[in-house]
């Protein structure tokens, strides 16, 4: 199909005796919120990790809008396109909210090896900074030292730098994690509002969120996908209900 | 913007005027001695200052930046064996070597990380060292004796000459990293320490980053090894053994090492540690007057226990903002 | 003739290289277990050193030196932890090169005050400075071959304890990974504590064997622990079986290097030219080794599995 954005082809990868990712084929369809779900230890902030370059697959290739990038950087992956928050927050802790976005912003005007005009008081890059703050609504929170910040929050920090490369692809890793009801409430309707200009492949187990957001869900199950489909197939697959959900409800 | 600079680096902008005047002290007192002193502590500092920029900002444990202090002076040492005494060729080249220098390790050796980092750039800087001792056209193990290089239009052997000559680089150092650590590349490069994955999540490539900064730290060394050269009238492989390298890291964090200024008033309290503790000991248990070593390793024990973030840390109290932020 | 001296120097470089283990085995787990960059192992050896030497000529029985030496070095190295080390596990690493430069420090200045700077000499006893013939007509100094023995000992010692003891699980499941220590609900404090002492001993009685051989003085242990990290690294940090080989060709290239590169280079350059830049690029070898190494094997050659 032309209209997939990430397609994943027999993708394996192996820790020791441990099969993480076996033969995993996937397609992402541009524009979409796609859901992976499985068990925990079922391997998928390890496909995850894949397809934005933290680990290489042992075969298989991921392509991404057609074009293979099995071999390339994480930073260059980034530049092509793949945002991606992580399971754990990862952001720059010893700066400011508003620092963040700027690091981010001067990635994204590609102007990195300057070396004597201060950064940090540069109009230009303070608004691009505000504007990276203000797609998920943090920018009230611009002055605040991350280290300051409350867990929910870093959250969303984390997703307005998943989201300042203008990615075509956005890799969301549990970003309800921890968070509160109404930090989750909040967070949904973010994720909500990107569906108009980004694809979004999300991991998430609050299985509220993943029926309210997903147009498509995968199951990933001891690293293989046993279904893929809408929630209404995916909720009524025996298969998947044997393997996760009925045990679950 | 320059006014910017003034009120951002208060701390450092103070030395260098004290610096800038301290030769009149010295003569209204007649105090020569402390003039050498001083040009030790400028020179060491500025080594330091330049380590600082991988060490502090780019959070790279280097222990052999010494090495480039070695290169250096032996630039202007091996020069003048061959009868080029132009000081600034010899600095010019000093730069150059260090600068690729810098590449060829910085890339083998920013392929690991950790204790790993720790232990190879400190086995590239004992491979230089045991380079230098097996020069024995060059003195090999006892160095090699030479003359002040003959900086054009400067003297040397004129009267505070090297002295000013040595604030001048130092100042233009220190004016470039002030710069150097607010720019973009400089927020880059904190941004690296506080977080590698998230900047390469950003789509940077954090080793061109690591290693712009471990070259600029290198050629910033190797010009302060140049200069230490004709201070000392002498190069041996002695100005890059190993406990040097411990030395510059030790200036840096006694400073504070997230502040620009801070390697420079480590190396003010470093070397007069080092002239006035034998002094104050001889007053109190002269026996052991010499062994002033016996004080400042538990000193520096001390330091590292329970002075986080270094003498400017203890006076800001900032230590945690990054560099590029705060005022210093 | 050169084969007679090529043997001796192979078996010389035995004896360094199992030397270097000795100092190099606790090492390595203080590296790999405690995450903990410890420069002041080198003052261990130099403790050890001393304290057999002083205790030697004082009691005029090298045997009784060496028997007291061992507790004391034991000692040393548990109080170190117990003052001093524990409060620096969970600092970075620049933190602890510099609190343990500052204990190479004080340590070198203690013994200079102690004991004065000039070196202190003594001698193993008459009943141990005879020759072996390892092959005919190619005697070996007793005492050479001793310290390879003991050194083999200790080696075959510490690798039972880590691969058949409980104990010695817990110390390999700690190198691989650090926090499955504390998962394992092992009494790290203690752990960490004896590792270290028994590494001290070790280092120290690497010193103290090494003592008659060359001179006992103030910062002897620096260039054997630089060596000795070197040792780790290629080895793999936190393997007791990686520093055991490492430790062997590190001996083996310095010290026939040493005496080969020189013999080498007169073929082709002036004698004097020689005598310097072949011990020394002999020295340089060695870091040239750890880097080659390095570059294609990141974690060293034997990296402890999982790490």
Same mark, same amino acid.
């Given at each position: 199909?032309?209209?997939?954005?990430?397609?994943?082809?027999?993708?394996?990868?192996?820790?020791?005796?441990l099969?993480?990712?076996?033969?995993v084929?996937?397609?992402?369809?541009?524009?979409?919120?796609?859901?992976?779900?499985g068990p925990?230890?079922?391997?998928?902030?390890?496909?995850?990790?894949?397809?934005?370059?933290?680990?290489?697959?042992?075969?298989?290739?991921?392509?991404?809008?057609?074009?293979n990038?099995t071999?390339?950087?994480v930073?260059?992956?980034?530049?092509?396109g793949?945002?991606?928050?992580?399971?754990?927050?990862?952001?720059?802790?010893?700066?400011?909210?508003?620092?963040?976005?700027?690091?981010a912003?001067?990635?994204?005007?590609?102007?990195t090896?300057?070396?004597?005009?201060?950064?940090?008081?540069?109009p230009?890059?303070?608004?691009?900074?505000?504007?990276?703050?203000?797609?998920?609504?943090?920018?009230?929170?611009?002055d605040?030292?991350?280290?300051?910040?409350?867990?929910?929050?870093?959250?969303?920090?984390?997703?307005?730098?998943?989201?300042?490369?203008?990615?075509?692809?956005?890799?969301?890793?549990?970003?309800?994690?921890?968070?509160?009801?109404?930090?989750?409430?909040?967070?949904?309707?973010?994720?909500?509002?990107l569906?108009?200009?980004?694809?979004?492949?999300?991991?998430?187990?609050?299985?509220?969120?993943?029926?309210?957001?997903?147009?498509?869900?995968?199951?990933?199950?001891?690293?293989a996908?046993?279904a893929?489909?809408t929630?209404n197939?995916?909720?009524?697959?025996?298969?998947?209900?044997?393997?996760?959900?009925?045990?679950?409800? | 913007?320059?006014?910017?600079?003034?009120?951002?680096?208060?701390?450092?902008?103070?030395?260098?005027?004290?610096?800038?005047?301290?030769?009149?002290?010295?003569?209204?007192?007649?105090?020569?001695?402390?003039?050498?002193?001083?040009?030790?502590?400028?020179?060491?500092?500025?080594?330091?200052?330049?380590?600082?920029?991988?060490?502090?900002?780019?959070?790279?444990v280097?222990f052999?930046?010494?090495a480039?202090?070695?290169?250096?002076?032996?630039?202007a040492?091996?020069?003048?064996?061959?009868?080029?005494?132009?000081?600034w060729?010899?600095?010019?080249?000093?730069?150059?070597?260090?600068?690729?220098?810098?590449?060829?390790?910085?890339?083998?050796?920013l392929?690991?990380?950790?204790?790993?980092?720790?232990?190879?750039?400190?086995?590239f800087a004992?491979?230089?060292?045991?380079?230098?001792?097996?020069?024995?056209?060059?003195?090999g193990?006892?160095?090699?004796?030479?003359?002040?290089?003959?900086?054009i239009?400067?003297?040397?052997?004129e009267?505070?000459?090297?002295?000013?000559?040595?604030?001048?680089?130092?100042?233009?150092?220190?004016?470039?990293?002030?710069?150097?650590?607010?720019?973009?590349f400089?927020?880059?490069?904190q941004?690296?320490?506080?977080?590698?994955?998230?900047?390469?999540?950003?789509?940077?490539?954090?080793?061109?980053?690591?290693?712009?900064?471990y070259?600029?730290?290198?050629?910033?060394?190797?010009?302060?090894?140049?200069?230490?050269?004709?201070?000392?009238?002498?190069?041996?492989?002695?100005?890059?053994?190993?406990?040097?390298?411990?030395?510059?890291?030790?200036?840096?964090?006694?400073?504070?090492?997230?502040?620009?200024?801070?390697?420079?008033?480590?190396?003010?309290?470093?070397?007069?540690?080092?002239?006035?503790?034998?002094?104050?000991?001889?007053?109190?248990?002269?026996?052991?007057?010499?062994?002033?070593?016996?004080?400042?390793?538990?000193?520096?024990?001390?330091?590292?226990?329970?002075?986080?973030?270094?003498?400017?840390?203890?006076?800001?109290?900032?230590?945690?903002?990054p560099?590029?932020?705060?005022d210093? | 003739?050169?084969?007679?001296?090529?043997?001796?120097?192979?078996?010389?470089?035995?004896?360094?290289g199992i030397?270097?283990?000795?100092?190099?085995?606790?090492?390595?787990?203080?590296?790999?277990?405690?995450?903990?960059?410890?420069?002041?192992?080198?003052?261990?050896?130099?403790?050890?050193a001393?304290?057999?030497?002083?205790?030697?000529?004082?009691?005029?029985?090298?045997?009784?030196?060496?028997?007291a030496?061992?507790?004391?070095?034991?000692?040393?190295?548990?109080?170190?932890e117990?003052?001093?080390? +524990?409060?620096?596990?969970?600092?970075?690493? /620049?933190?602890?090169? @510099?609190?343990?430069?500052?204990? #190479? *420090? &004080?340590?070198?200045?203690?013994?200079?005050?102690?004991?004065?700077?000039?070196?202190?000499?003594?001698?193993?006893?008459?009943?141990?400075?005879?020759?072996?013939?390892?092959?005919?007509?190619?005697?070996?100094?007793?005492?050479r071959?001793?310290?390879?023995?003991?050194?083999?000992?200790?080696?075959?010692?510490?690798?039972?304890?880590?691969?058949?003891?409980?104990?010695?699980?817990?110390? +390999?499941?700690?190198a691989?990974?650090?926090? /499955?220590?504390?998962? @394992?609900?092992?009494n790290?404090? #203690? *752990? &960490?504590r004896?590792?270290?002492a028994?590494?001290?001993?070790?280092?120290?009685?690497?010193?103290m064997?090494?003592?008659?051989?060359?001179?006992?003085?103030?910062g002897?242990?620096?260039?054997?622990l630089?060596?000795?990290?070197?040792?780790?690294?290629?080895?793999?940090?936190?393997?007791?079986?990686?520093?055991?080989?490492?430790?062997i060709?590190?001996?083996?290239?310095?010290?026939?290097? +040493?005496?080969m590169?020189?013999m080498?280079?007169?073929?082709?350059?002036?004698?004097?030219?020689?005598?310097t830049?072949?011990?020394?690029?002999?020295?340089?070898?060695v870091?040239?080794?750890?880097?080659?190494?390095?570059?294609?094997?990141?974690t060293?050659?034997?990296?402890?599995?999982?790490a």
């Amino acid at each position: 199909m032309t209209s997939s954005i990430l397609e994943l082809r027999s993708v394996k990868k192996k820790f020791g005796a441990l099969t993480a990712t076996d033969n995993v084929s996937l397609n992402i369809q541009k524009g979409e919120i796609h859901a992976l779900i499985g068990p925990n230890g079922a391997g998928k902030t390890t496909l995850i990790s894949q397809i934005f370059g933290n680990l290489a697959p042992d075969s298989g290739e991921i392509l991404l809008d057609g074009k293979n990038i099995t071999n390339t950087s994480v930073s260059n992956r980034a530049l092509l396109g793949i945002g991606r928050s992580f399971q754990i927050s990862n952001v720059l802790m010893d700066f400011s909210v508003l620092e963040n976005a700027i690091v981010a912003k001067i990635s994204h005007s590609r102007k990195t090896f300057r070396f004597f005009k201060p950064a940090f008081n540069d109009p230009d890059l303070i608004d691009g900074g505000l504007a990276i703050l203000k797609r998920v609504g943090i920018e009230h929170m611009a002055d605040r030292n991350v280290s300051d910040l409350a867990h929910g929050e870093r959250r969303l920090l984390e997703l307005s730098l998943a989201l300042a490369m203008q990615p075509v692809l956005v890799l969301l890793d549990e970003p309800m994690a921890g968070a509160g009801p109404e930090d989750t409430v909040f967070m949904t309707k973010v994720i909500a509002g990107l569906k108009s200009d980004t694809t979004i492949l999300l991991i998430e187990h609050d299985m509220d969120v993943v029926f309210q957001l997903a147009e498509r869900i995968s199951v990933l199950v001891e690293g293989a996908v046993i279904a893929s489909g809408t929630p209404n197939e995916i909720s009524n697959n025996t298969l998947v209900r044997e393997a996760y959900l009925g045990s679950d409800e | 913007m320059v006014l910017d600079l003034f009120k951002k680096f208060t701390t450092l902008w103070i030395i260098l005027v004290v610096l800038a005047f301290f030769p009149i002290f010295t003569s209204t007192f007649d105090l020569p001695f402390w003039n050498d002193v001083v040009m030790r502590i400028m020179l060491l500092g500025m080594a330091a200052m330049g380590l600082n920029i991988v060490f502090g900002f780019g959070g790279m444990v280097s222990f052999g930046h010494a090495a480039f202090m070695g290169v250096g002076a032996y630039c202007a040492g091996i020069s003048q064996y061959y009868g080029l005494d132009n000081g600034w060729y010899q600095l010019l080249m000093s730069a150059v070597s260090c600068g690729i220098l810098g590449i060829m390790i910085g890339f083998l050796a920013l392929r690991t990380s950790g204790i790993y980092f720790i232990m190879i750039t400190l086995a590239f800087a004992q491979m230089l060292y045991f380079f230098f001792v097996s020069l024995e056209q060059f003195g090999g193990d006892d160095g090699l004796i030479m003359d002040r290089s003959d900086f054009i239009f400067i003297d040397l052997y004129e009267p505070l000459r090297l002295y000013y000559l040595i604030f001048f680089i130092l100042a233009a150092v220190s004016i470039m990293l002030m710069l150097l650590i607010r720019s973009r590349f400089g927020v880059i490069l904190q941004a690296i320490k506080s977080n590698e994955s998230r900047v390469e999540a950003m789509g940077l490539n954090p080793l061109k980053f690591k290693l712009t900064g471990y070259v600029i730290s290198a050629v910033i060394c190797g010009l302060s090894g140049c200069l230490f050269a004709s201070w000392q009238e002498f190069v041996s492989p002695d100005i890059m053994h190993w406990t040097r390298s411990g030395d510059l890291m030790i200036i840096i964090i006694l400073g504070g090492l997230t502040y620009v200024a801070g390697p420079l008033v480590g190396a003010i309290v470093f070397l007069l540690l080092e002239e006035l503790l034998p002094d104050l000991l001889h007053v109190v248990f002269p026996s052991i007057a010499e062994n002033w070593m016996i004080i400042f390793g538990p000193l520096l024990i001390a330091v590292v226990l329970f002075g986080k973030g270094g003498l400017m840390g203890v006076v800001g109290n900032r230590f945690t903002r990054p560099a590029a932020r705060k005022d210093q | 003739m050169t084969l007679t001296l090529l043997l001796e120097q192979i078996f010389n470089g035995l004896q360094a290289g199992i030397t270097l283990f000795l100092i190099a085995a606790g090492l390595t787990l203080i590296l790999g277990i405690m995450d903990f960059v410890f420069l002041a192992h080198g003052s261990q050896v130099m403790i050890g050193a001393y304290a057999a030497a002083a205790i030697t000529i004082a009691t005029n029985n090298f045997y009784f030196g060496i028997l007291a030496a061992i507790p004391i070095t034991f000692v040393c190295g548990y109080l170190l932890e117990w003052l001093i080390i +524990r409060h620096l596990y969970r600092r970075d690493h /620049m933190d602890q090169v @510099l609190a343990t430069f500052g204990l #190479i *420090l &004080f340590f070198n200045e203690a013994i200079r005050i102690g004991f004065g700077p000039a070196a202190l000499f003594t001698n193993f006893p008459s009943s141990l400075s005879g020759f072996i013939e390892i092959l005919p007509d190619t005697p070996y100094p007793v005492y050479r071959i001793l310290i390879i023995l003991v050194g083999l000992l200790c080696a075959l010692g510490i690798h039972l304890f880590v691969s058949r003891t409980r104990v010695g699980a817990m110390v +390999r499941a700690g190198a691989s990974n650090p926090e /499955m220590t504390a998962a @394992l609900g092992i009494n790290v404090k #203690i *752990l &960490f504590r004896f590792i270290f002492a028994a590494g001290a001993t070790f280092a120290g009685l690497a010193g103290m064997m090494i003592g008659p051989l060359t001179s006992v003085e103030p910062g002897m242990g620096e260039p054997l622990l630089i060596l000795s990290l070197v040792v780790i690294i290629i080895g793999g940090i936190g393997s007791v079986r990686g520093a055991f080989i490492a430790a062997i060709l590190i001996g083996l290239v310095d010290t026939v290097g +040493r005496v080969m590169l020189p013999m080498l280079f007169k073929t082709f350059m002036s004698v004097s030219t020689a005598d310097t830049a072949g011990p020394a690029l002999a020295s340089m070898s060695v870091y040239i080794l750890m880097a080659v190494v390095l570059v294609f094997k990141p974690t060293g050659l034997f990296p402890p599995k999982g790490a």
